[in-house]
């Protein structure tokens, strides 16, 4: 583990210096060491770093529970990604609420930015109905060539995780405190499971437990880090609906199973659906129809490999960024590629047309497949 890695951790130890704080010192000063290092004075000319921040600082304390941090993850083989590092997920990034710091446990981390994601959750107390659906869906995103993303909750969240290792679906559990530990207790075994073909996800040092406030942020990370979600069962507030509220931020696509009128293990479904919040499914298969989500993946990234050749420069730039971020809105598009909105707005209407991209809501792009 090299010293750059000690003060990445360490600047996440900051008080007061959260994850868009830590972004914002990085940005201005460099790298995480180059913040340790600058003065009084010259923090304080960073935009949105004030008197407080700065007082409140304790870099010697902070760098102590970094080092012994370190020691944890060369211990334990656990990864850490700072949000500058290549093997960052990208679609995470995307988002400026993003965790500073991730650390992984796992068998690939190449999963967290695999071709396809599909975040599952519902609610903590199913009906067989709920747990039926999701064991269905599961089963039928397993020819789809997914990387599934949940919980490790009780409910939906285990459910999904317990399927998708039945099934050798690799599948990643984010969880709302450190890797140390594993909550609930009684998840333990199906979280080793996970760690084979999977992994666990964390924005938490190794000692930090599972409080009450950790799990509401977790969820921006699941919503983060998808393609689509599907809320399964859920009632009308709660995880699942803050998940699938985030999910529409990022310009995710959402998903949602449909159930009885007035029930209220459904009734958070029906009204995502009512509100059109989300579109409804009753199987895997209508998901990778509203993705465009064809055979295993390799074959929609074979045919699009084979038209890009015939594109021109401009083309192949724009498509170039859509595939690094996906989602992109157009003024963000047309700022990245240094094209004005004018000829961006006919090159983008001709890739739709030729079916390399897709349009999502708010004006948002992304390539299609």
Not at 45 to 53: E, F, H
Not at 168 to 181: D, K
């Amino acid at each position: 583990m090299s010293d750059s890695l000690i003060h990445q951790i360490a600047l996440t130890r900051l008080p007061q210096v959260g994850a868009v704080t830590a972004k914002t010192l990085v940005s201005y000063c460099g790298s995480a060491e180059a913040v340790f290092s600058a003065t009084k004075r010259e923090l304080l000319r960073i935009p949105g770093i004030g008197q407080a921040t700065v007082a409140g600082l304790r870099p010697a304390e902070a760098l102590q529970q970094a080092e012994r941090e370190v020691v944890f993850l060369e211990q334990n083989g656990v990864e850490a990604f700072f949000y500058t590092d290549s093997r960052y997920p990208q679609r995470l990034r995307q988002n400026t609420d993003c965790p500073a710091l991730l650390f992984f446990k796992g068998s690939d981390p190449a999963q967290l930015d695999a071709a396809r994601i599909v975040a599952v959750v519902g609610t903590r107390q199913p009906t067989d109905y709920g747990r039926g659906l999701c064991e269905e869906l599961i089963d039928g995103l397993l020819p789809l060539n997914v990387v599934m993303v949940s919980g490790l909750a009780f409910g939906i969240d285990i459910t999904a995780h317990r399927r998708a290792c039945q099934q050798g679906l690799p599948n990643i559990g984010v969880l709302g405190h450190g890797l140390a530990s594993i909550y609930p207790n009684q998840h333990k075994s199906t979280a080793h499971k996970m760690i084979e073909n999977g992994g666990l996800l964390s924005e938490y040092g190794h000692d930090v437990g599972p409080d009450r406030e950790h799990f509401p942020m977790r969820n921006r990370i699941i919503a983060g880090l998808c393609d689509a979600l599907v809320v399964v069962e859920t009632g009308q507030t709660g995880g699942s609906i803050i998940s699938a509220e985030l999910a529409a931020q990022y310009t995710r696509e959402v998903f949602a199973f449909p159930g009885r009128v007035r029930d209220l293990h459904s009734i958070g479904c029906n009204q995502l659906i009512k509100n059109n919040r989300a579109h409804l499914i009753e199987s895997a298969t209508d998901l990778a129809t509203i993705m465009d989500w064809t055979g295993d993946g390799t074959a929609s990234k074979a045919t699009q490999a084979s038209l890009f050749p015939d594109l021109d420069d401009d083309e192949q730039h724009i498509t170039t960024l859509l595939r690094e971020r996906p989602g992109l809105a157009i003024d963000e598009l047309s700022m990245a590629a240094g094209v004005p909105p004018g000829n961006l707005a006919r090159l983008l209407l001709g890739l739709e047309f030729k079916g390399l991209i897709r349009t999502l809501p708010g004006k948002r792009y992304r390539i299609s497949g």
